[in-house]
Structure formats: structure tokens, C-alpha cells
């Protein structure tokens, strides 16, 4: 198994340190200079190339990326309703990814977007819907503005404001 990058390793030791002991694990102190920063953070759990957990934020929550990736590491194994929490013994064969997205920047007009290089935020009043980039099924802008407003609860006929974003992707 090839060795994982440092936002992965660092996602992958919080959730097994919480399973462990049911409290986050304290960050680090000799993260990396890349995870100092402040980003929205989503990760992302498969087991067996199937989704098993996905939890982000699309702006910082937490004071360093690290910390963001430490509670959505936790999030994304324990609290995606669409999913039973993780398991300790499932943590082996669970394939980790993190993204860490750039700033949102608003876009007018659907030839802005592309759904392999940006990932795309609806907005209607206080429902927003996110998709990341690069998801596998979702080749079309069309396919990813429909998605993510469908996750928002915002009908297709309804106006949206249309932001877009990219993702540093880590496995």
C-alpha cells in the first residue's frame, strides 16, 4: 500500500484516535506547514471503492486546516447520516481522501464552471448545496449544478446564486 500523504495520515489517526478513546485527538505539534492555514476541508471515506463517510465544510470552522481535518475526519466516519458510524476494525480497509478546497468565488454564468476542475456551491436565501470536483458519474455542469441543488432542497425552476471553488486532493 503506497504511503498516504500527511492530510490523509493525520485524518485517518483522528478518526481511529476517537474510536478509541471517544474524544477528538489534540492536534498535533509538528504539523506540516501546509495545514497552518485556514481552508473549508471535506473527507472522505470508501470501503471497497464504495462511499462509507463524507464530511466537509466549504469555510473554516476551526482555527488551522489540521484542526479541520481532525473533526471532519471524526464527522465524516461518525456523523454522515447516510451511513452507520465506523467501526475500529473497518479502519483498515477504509481508503481516505482530503480535500482542501480554495475560497469560493461567486460566478455568473454556468460557462464559468466545469465539474473536473471546480467544484460548484448553490445558493437560494439560507439553502446551499456543495459538490466537489472531479466525482465519478458527474461529467457535465448540467449533472453538478442539478446535484447540488437537489442536495439544498432548491427546485430547478427556483433562481440560484452560483459559486465555484478547487480542491487540493489528497490520498
Not at 22 to 27: A, F, Q
Not at 87 to 101: C, F, T, Y
Not at 148 to 158: F, L, R, S, V, Y
Amino acid at each position: 500500500m503506497p504511503e498516504e500523504s500527511a492530510p490523509v495520515a493525520l485524518a485517518r489517526k483522528s478518526l481511529e484516535y476517537y474510536l478509541r478513546h471517544g474524544r477528538p485527538m489534540p492536534e498535533p505539534a509538528d504539523v506540516p506547514a501546509e495545514l497552518r492555514g485556514q481552508a473549508g476541508v471535506f473527507v472522505s471515506l470508501k470501503k471497497r471503492g464504495e462511499l462509507r463517510g463524507c464530511i466537509g465544510t466549504f469555510a473554516p470552522t476551526q482555527p488551522t486546516i489540521a484542526a479541520e481535518i481532525i473533526q471532519n475526519a471524526i464527522s465524516a466516519g461518525t456523523g454522515d447520516p447516510r451511513f452507520w458510524p465506523v467501526e475500529l476494525d473497518e479502519l483498515p480497509e477504509l481508503d481516505i481522501s482530503v480535500d482542501i478546497l480554495s475560497e469560493p468565488e461567486r460566478v455568473d454564468s454556468l460557462d464559468e464552471l466545469d465539474p473536473q476542475k471546480y467544484g460548484v456551491i448553490v445558493r437560494r436565501g439560507r439553502r446551499s448545496g456543495l459538490l466537489l470536483p472531479m466525482l465519478e458519474g458527474v461529467d457535465t455542469v448540467a449533472e453538478q449544478v442539478a446535484i447540488a441543488m437537489q442536495k439544498a432542497g432548491i427546485k430547478p425552476d427556483e433562481e440560484i446564486e452560483l459559486y465555484r471553488f478547487t480542491v487540493t486532493r489528497y490520498k
